[in-house]
């Protein structure tokens, strides 16, 4: 609540006082919690999210549309799909299973027999939208911003296998309550407003992010991580 909500009133106080003439907010696929509506559409409803996490982003949309009503702030709000690529953080599944490649003291988690699914999008296919969505006012609009491809998680799993040649070790677990079963994007909005088109497939971006991965901790494929 402390960062999500009230730092992005903060925010949304100065870009209005200092009549900043364009606002973007990083969303996240997450506000749309579990739905059998697929793919996800920026008109379905927000009303039922699974986390603290999606409901704060949810509620700093809400109030970003009174800074857009009272101020007349133009707003841009992206809802991310399943960001990855070098540089993430280390706490997310690329890099806990990265990283399970090179240590094997490391077992990681995997809901639901592998098949939960998500709609991983590229760092790079991500800026791209951010520049321009910088460069666009529309007033208030929310847009989707994702690769519209959800894969399995054993998918993304054999992936990094392939890549790494290495065995990763896995233990089955029934998925949180706050993990909705996919993550599909409709980016049909952001290619219209924001002439977006993914670039990168999964496979791609993961020899990408595997490739940095490996320079970043300095391994090579017959070293543990130090």
């Known amino acids: 609540m402390e960062i999500n909500y009230s730092g992005t009133q903060i925010l949304l106080d100065l870009a209005a006082s200092h009549k900043i003439t364009q606002f973007v907010f990083a ?91 998500r709609d991983w999008t590229y760092i790079d296919d991500v800026i791209d939208a951010f520049i321009n969505a910088l460069k666009q006012q529309y007033g208030y609009e929310i847009i989707n911003i994702g690769c519209g491809n959800p894969v399995t998680l054993s998918i993304f799993i054999k992936h990094i296998e392939n890549l790494s040649g290495k065995h990763i070790s896995k233990r089955s677990m029934k998925s949180h309550k706050t993990e909705p079963s996919i993550t599909y994007c409709d980016n049909s909005k952001a290619r219209k407003l924001l002439n977006f088109t993914p670039k990168t497939s999964v496979r791609e971006g993961l020899e990408k992010t595997w490739n940095w991965f490996r320079q970043e901790y300095n391994t090579d494929d017959d070293d543990d991580l130090h």
């Open 27 to 117: 969303s996240t696929s997450s506000v749309y919690g579990q739905t059998d509506k697929l793919p996800f559409i920026e008109t379905d409803s927000c009303a039922q999210p699974l986390s603290p996490y999606a409901a704060t982003k949810r509620a700093a949309e809400m109030l970003a549309h009174v800074y857009y009503n009272i101020h007349g702030l133009n707003i841009t709000i992206l809802r991310l799909f399943n960001v990855y690529g070098p540089r993430g953080r280390p706490d997310m599944m690329p890099f806990k299973l990265m990283r399970a490649c090179i240590d094997s003291s490391c077992i990681v988690d995997v809901f639901d027999d592998g098949e939960i699914k």
